[in-house]
């Protein structure tokens, strides 16, 4: 078998790999190293024995073996580099000795026939991704990891349990995001760092508990939990509370998350809320109607994505509606302010059950796409302070009128009106300005074009 290897002049790294490789390979002993790509894409071994003597194997040096099951490896390593075992679908068994103190990013990543994993005593980080997309029911952290990385047990569709030591101080960027079989996790009160999207997807959790060392919470930690009903605050936590389930920030001025699960039709959010963090509401199938109080500021991207909201009166303290805010709610019915200046990208594309929309005077922007997708949209009142309108805001609908205001069409800088069915719409537009928008590029193709005041 050592025939089929390739080393370095000294013969003690393996550097690669001959045609002819097949089957369960042994590292030859006295081989200091397995240097970085070595075997990849190599899908013809089945198993890999690597000697004590193996002190380093680097990078991606098995990633894409998809015919490899078993790995037995050498004592003497430290790390599980990055990428090693990436994408080995078919592997099964590996041994993870103690003395390893780090698993790598994208160590085991995607390698889904992966079934169990025992992470030794030592490990004390484990990398961005390292086993995104593993199948693996449990996992035991052992006393003394330290971070949880970005991504590190996404996907991991099959874990139900998860038990995080009192040594873990911070939790990654969607470390554990897409886990919808977890039912429980307890948070211990050494973490003090809950990161973006970190349980985000956990559909089977009910229950979450914040203890009194979290100082960060990222947004939409816990969103698309589609049966978390509440989320309990440590009162001594100084950062953030708990109100009938919702979380909040301290001072109760940025809600923060509502819980997905909650069974509730109404929601009053509270006097002195001045900003809905992003991602806070989506997507609360139960919740019908919600009432957002005078002096609500700002509502982030994304904040009632795929609700079930069926109507909504913003308040006149809002000025902009951020991307996707309720793209691909239930939405019927939605009173403007005319404090509003800007709605932006997506803002409600894919809104399927909106039939008027009434812009406000002193709207200045709309963003591209912003009602794309509104198969049920007739209606459309656009003000004469508008300054901008994207590609397709009122794309791919079955548009009746388009009411128009706006005298000078020199600003439709985009042609807005591309994916709109025109053969089936009429245009209005304001007395006086027939000839020019009958003779504008954008325009001509209407059904029809009527003047009005």
């Known amino acids: 078998m050592e025939d089929f290897l390739i080393y370095n002049n000294d013969r003690t790294e393996i550097i690669g790999f001959k045609e002819e490789i097949q089957g369960d390979i042994v590292i030859p002993d006295g081989i200091l190293k397995i240097a970085e790509r070595a075997f990849y894409a190599c899908d013809t071994i089945t198993s890999v024995h690597i000697p004590d003597s193996v002190t380093n194997i680097g990078c991606f040096a098995f990633c894409e073996c998809y015919a490899l099951r078993s790995v037995h490896l050498p004592s003497n390593i430290s790390c599980i580099d990055t990428g090693v075992f990436e994408s080995c679908r078919k592997l099964q068994s590996i041994n993870i000795h103690q003395g390893i103190t780090e698993i790598g990013a994208f160590a085991f990543q995607m390698c889904d026939s992966l079934s169990h994993i025992n992470i030794p005593e030592g490990v004390t980080r484990i990398g961005n991704n390292a086993f995104i997309g593993c199948n693996f029911e449990s996992v035991e952290l052992p006393m003394g990891v330290e971070t949880i990385s970005d991504c590190a047990f996404c996907n991991c569709h099959e874990l139900r349990h998860i038990i995080i030591p009192n040594s873990v101080t911070t939790i990654g960027n969607e470390a554990f995001s897409g886990c919808n079989k977890i039912e429980e996790v307890e948070i211990p009160n050494t973490v003090s760092e809950i990161g973006y999207k970190a349980f985000s997807g956990c559909d089977s959790l009910q229950i979450i508990e914040i203890p009194y060392s979290v100082s960060t919470i990222g947004f939409g930690a816990f969103e698309y939990c589609k049966n978390l009903k509440q989320i309990r605050v440590s009162k001594k936590n100084c950062n953030y509370l708990s109100c009938e389930g919702i979380l909040f920030d301290k001072e109760m001025k940025t809600l923060i998350q509502y819980p997905n699960g909650k069974d509730c039709e109404l929601y009053k959010v509270p006097e002195g809320v001045e900003t809905i963090a992003p991602y806070a509401f989506g997507p609360a199938s139960l919740l019908k109607k919600i009432e957002l109080p005078e002096g609500l500021r700002s ?82 009142y656009i003000p004469s302070s508008i300054q901008y309108i994207g590609s397709g805001a009122f794309g791919w609908n079955n548009l009746k009128e388009l009411h128009i205001k706006i005298e000078d069409i020199e600003v439709f800088g985009d042609d807005f009106t591309g994916y709109i069915k025109k053969e089936n719409c009429s245009l209005y537009v304001p007395y006086g300005t027939k000839y020019a928008y009958s003779n504008h590029p954008y325009f001509k193709d209407f059904s029809e074009i009527i003047t009005e005041d």
């Open 299 to 380: 509502i982030g991207k994304e904040a009632f994505q795929n609700t079930h909201i069926e109507d909504i009166k913003l308040p006149s303290s809002i000025t902009i509606i951020e991307d996707s805010t309720f793209r691909q709610s239930k939405l019927c019915s939605i009173t403007f302010p005319t404090s509003l200046s800007r709605i932006n990208d997506f803002a409600f594309c894919d809104c399927r059950s909106l039939k008027t929309i009434n812009l406000p005077e002193g709207l200045v922007h709309i963003g591209k796409s912003a009602f794309c997708f509104g198969y049920a949209l007739e209606k459309v």
